[in-house]
């Protein structure tokens, strides 16, 4: 028997190398299922790194700053909205008639007992300012100077206190572009 089967191990290289294709199949499917995963990961961080960009860009252009050095009348600044209007009603001249409106209003209130109690010893001065400059306002005086009288009314009146009667010519005055 030992004739017929020789082993040569001259030639162990031929047989080391043997690989089963089964094997081979396995490795192949686990080579594509890395480089696919590879892939994905790699789609998935550049997706990230897209919408960080992407919020990075939003925050920039939302932080605005806005100065203004001066008078700044008739602005308006509308920020971070789609599809949206705006309106802006500007007046340029001096309404006498609402002033005037505005000042018999508070004329009645100067009729009311509590007035001479809200505004103690100026309530005197406080009748004569809304007389004079009511009669400022018929006569269509300088609306510096009727402004100026406004502003001395609103002053005595928040110096006044918080009493209904103050609160309610605040309100009044409150209307009025002072």
């Known amino acids: 028997m030992s004739d017929n089967f020789k082993l040569d191990f001259n030639n162990l290289d031929a047989i080391t190398n043997f690989r089963n294709p089964l094997q081979d199949m396995i490795d192949d499917a ?3 299922q890395r480089q696919q995963i590879a892939a994905v990961e790699a789609m998935k961080k550049k ?3 897209r919408k960080f960009e992407e919020l990075l860009e939003t925050i920039r252009s939302s932080s605005s700053n806005i100065n203004i050095g001066g008078n700044a009348t008739g602005i308006q600044i509308q920020q971070n909205s789609s599809n949206s209007t705006q ?3 500007i007046q340029t001249g001096f309404d006498y008639e609402q002033i005037a409106k505005v000042l018999k ?3 009645s209130y100067t009729e009311l007992p509590q007035f001479n109690s809200t505004y103690g010893e100026n309530a ?3 009748k004569t300012l809304i007389d004079k400059t ?3 306002v018929q006569e269509k005086q300088e609306p510096g100077l009727i402004k100026k009288s406004l502003k001395v009314l609103k002053d ?3 110096g006044a206190g918080g009493s209904l009667i103050a609160s309610g010519i605040l309100a009044l005055l409150g209307n009025l572009p002072l």
């Open 156 to 158: 005595l009146t928040i």
């Open 30 to 32: 686990n080579r594509t």
């Open 47 to 49: 997706e990230e790194q």
């Open 87 to 89: 309106a802006m009603t």
């Open 105 to 107: 209003d508070i004329q």
């Open 134 to 136: 009511l009669l400022a």
């Open 124 to 126: 005197d001065k406080v």
